[in-house]
Nanobody, 118 residues
Framework: QAQLVESGGGLVQAGGSLTLSCAAS????????MGWYRQAPGKQRELVAS???????NYSDSVKGRFSISRDNAKNTVYLQMNSLKPEDTAVYYC????????????WGQGTQVTVSS
C-alpha cells in the first residue's frame, strides 16, 4: 500500500527556514515524479516545486530563489528546503508522487502545516 508521510512543518518567523521531508513507501520511488504543493485557507492547492525521476526541477515563481527541492532515492525521500520564509508561505504543504505512464499512479500525503509569523 502506497504511503507518503510528510514531516518538518511548524511555526517560524519571517525570514527563517524550514526543511520538509516526505518519506515514501509502497511505490517505485525512483521512477516517480515528486512534487510539493500547498494550500492556504480559502485558496486552491498550488504547485510549489517538483522534481522528476531524472531530477529535473521546476518551481513556482513565488518561491524561485528561496526554496529548493531534492530527492534521495536511497531513502525514498523528497525534501523541500525553504529559506527566507514569508507570511504568505503559510499553508498546509502536501507531498505528491505521480507517474503518468505505466505503472501509473498519483498519491498524496496527509499534509504538514507551515506557519510563518510576521
Amino acid at each position: 500500500q502506497a504511503q507518503l508521510v510528510e514531516s518538518g512543518g511548524g511555526l517560524v518567523q519571517a525570514g527563517g527556514s524550514l526543511t520538509l521531508s516526505c518519506a515514501a513507501s509502497g511505490i517505485f520511488f525512483t521512477i516517480a515524479d515528486m512534487g510539493w504543493y500547498r494550500q492556504a485557507p480559502g485558496k486552491q492547492r498550488e504547485l510549489v516545486a517538483s522534481i522528476t525521476s531524472r531530477e529535473s526541477t521546476n518551481y513556482s515563481d513565488s518561491v524561485k530563489g528561496r526554496f529548493s527541492i531534492s530527492r534521495d532515492n536511497a531513502k525514498n525521500t523528497v525534501y523541500l528546503q525553504m529559506n527566507s520564509l514569508k507570511p504568505e508561505d503559510t499553508a498546509v504543504y502536501y507531498c505528491n508522487a505521480v507517474r503518468t505512464r505505466p505503472p501509473m499512479y498519483n498519491y498524496w500525503g496527509q499534509g504538514t502545516q507551515v506557519t510563518v509569523s510576521s
